[in-house]
T-cell receptor, first 116, second 109 residues
Framework: GAVVSQHPSRVICKSGTSVKIECRSLDFQATTMFWYRQFPKKSLMLMATSNEGSKATYEQGVEKDKFLINHASLTLSTLTVTSAHPEDSSFYIC????????????FGPGTRLTVL | DAKTTQPNSMESNEEEPVHLPCNHSTISGTDYIHWYRQLPSQGPEYVIHGLTSNVNNRMASLAIAEDRKSSTLILHRATLRDAAVYYCILSFGNEKLTFGTGTRLTIIP
């Protein structure tokens, strides 16, 4: 099946710093990528939809100035958490939509962010 | 978004078949039925998807009711590695996925 990678898998940072998370589709081109956040024992919550070459669409309640998304190519999307605070600590997961009849989404392994 | 309803949890014995149900009574004609599963501290893993006909792949089978208002994911022979949260999600085209609470499957050795 299609493979999506994320880097880093785990990051610990100090409050106030910015963290960049990369999401890559390794064996297919993805015009659309999605970013999710998951808190412990909760389900995935969509943060934003990222389309290559255009601005991301954010879900209600997600601060676009805090969570910067760049989808610079058909295989790479980045999420930057700016001025991170402890409440931003979470499991961040990306997915890439493989073009086709069903447009199945394939997910990355996730990035565990801990803000001290 | 059309919603799905799944049992919160299920248990099954190792090496036995598992039938995970999903109700989606408000499914539209163009919605695909997708199943994903998530192991602890990992991203969701694609399992299978279908539209109208039953589907088989190396991981599982998907049985879709004739009226499409329900479906069943079938794991033919459960192993301990199949213990996960299973999500049944409806989607069409490139639209976003809405994750519910899924079914937590426990495999008993």
């Amino acid at each position: 099946g299609a493979v999506v990678s994320q880097h880093p898998s785990r990051v610990i940072c100090k409050s106030g710093t910015s963290v960049k998370i990369e999401c890559r589709s390794l064996d297919f081109q993805a015009t659309t990528m999605f970013w999710y956040r998951q808190f412990p024992k909760k389900s995935l919550m969509l943060m934003a939809t990222s389309n290559e070459g255009s601005k991301a669409t954010y879900e209600q309640g997600v601060e676009k100035d805090k969570f910067l998304i760049n989808h610079a190519s058909l295989t790479l999307s980045t999420l930057t958490v700016t001025s991170a605070h402890p409440e931003d600590s979470s499991f961040y997961i990306c997915s890439a939509s493989q073009p086709g009849v069903a447009d199945t989404q394939y997910f990355g392994p996730g990035t565990r962010l801990t803000v001290l | 978004d059309a919603k799905t309803t799944q049992p919160n949890s299920m248990e099954s014995n190792e090496e036995e078949p598992v039938h995970l149900p999903c109700n989606h009574s408000t499914i539209s004609g163009t919605d695909y039925i997708h199943w994903y599963r998530q192991l602890p501290s990992q991203g969701p893993e694609y399992v299978i998807h279908g539209l109208t006909s039953n589907v088989n792949n190396r991981m599982a089978s998907l049985a879709i009711a004739e009226d499409r208002k329900s479906s069943t994911l079938i794991l033919h022979r459960a192993t301990l590695r199949d213990a996960a949260v299973y999500y049944c999600i409806l989607s069409f085209g490139n639209e976003k996925l809405t994750f519910g609470t899924g079914t937590r499957l426990t495999i008993i050795p």
